[in-house]
């Protein structure tokens, strides 16, 4: 309705830079089981090995491995293949049934994959225990929950694995750069823990992307401006930033040149 945009364009004008990107997310989530799975895919108790041979002995079955890690093969026992990455596995079984099954050859490929559960935590909308698919990324499992809370950092998302800090995702290299390196794989038991902001700033005026931002220890100005998308043509001509501060003496404004690099070196405080 009219009301509720009306009411959605306020309170989004006191939203982080990132908060956009959950502003409509999903209920419900559907697991990503229909995207190419990597040679790299490490495989664990639950994911289906589709097996075939062909040559002077047929064989066809569809596998899942155990809680023991192993699968069963037809005339061929155990095979143990939990850790073991998607590559790995099928070069094993290929070369069993090569030196096994004389004049045979196997056909790899994976099945149905198996579910993990994480754990989210801190400042997280919807935060609690869900189950996602195995190639789930910190993003994916970000709308599971609804995203980031008005309170949570976008910047400093950890991944806490085994007790400890395993990675540390900060959503703006995403947003901004393109950058899904840091958007990792989950494993089960992972948490994902959004902490509170810590620091931000407001840009306003004529910037390509004027907004408020969170930031950083190690931000500069220079670093502000890019998280603005740099000056629009007219601020250029003027050649004229404003850069204002609240302090214990109050409101201080200082003026300076889009050029000068000296204060745009500076950390934001």
């Known amino acids: 309705s009219k009301?509720?945009?009306?009411?959605?364009?306020?309170?989004?004008k006191n939203w982080i830079f990132g908060y956009e990107l959950f502003s409509t997310s999903p209920t419900t989530f559907a697991p990503a089981t229909d995207i190419p799975v990597s040679d790299n895919y490490v495989l664990g108790p639950g994911d289906e090995i589709n097996f075939q041979t062909y040559g002077n002995t047929n064989l066809e079955a569809s596998l899942f491995i155990s809680r023991n890690g192993d699968i069963a093969l037809p005339k061929l026992g155990p095979v143990s293949l939990v850790g073991l990455t998607f590559r790995e596995a099928k070069d094993l079984l290929e070369k069993k049934v090569s030196a096994e099954l004389i004049g045979s050859e196997a056909y790899i490929s994976l099945g149905r994959l198996r579910t993990i559960t994480?754990?989210?935590l801190g400042e997280a909308y919807q935060p609690g225990s869900y189950k996602v698919s195995s190639l789930s990324t910190i993003t994916n499992a970000l709308f599971v929950s609804g995203g980031v809370d008005k309170m949570g950092s976008v910047r400093n998302i950890q991944v806490r694995r085994g007790g400890k800090t395993h990675h540390t995702f900060d959503l703006y290299k995403l947003l901004l750069e393109g950058d899904t390196s840091q958007d990792i794989q989950l494993e089960q038991g992972d948490a994902i823990f959004i902490p509170l902001m810590k620091r931000k700033a407001r840009v306003n005026g004529s910037f390509r992307r004027p907004h408020l931002f969170e930031i950083l220890e190690k931000d500069t100005f220079k670093d502000l401006i890019y998280y603005a998308g740099g000056l629009k043509q007219e601020a250029k001509l003027k050649g004229k930033l404003e850069l204002t501060r609240l302090n214990i003496d109050?409101?201080?404004?200082?003026?300076?040149?889009?050029?000068d690099n000296k204060l745009l070196n500076k950390k934001v405080n």
Do not use: A, H
């Open 3 to 12: 009301k509720e945009l009306e009411k959605y364009e306020k309170e989004s």
């Open 118 to 120: 994480i754990y989210i």
């Open 250 to 259: 109050g409101i201080q404004v200082t003026e300076f040149k889009p050029s």
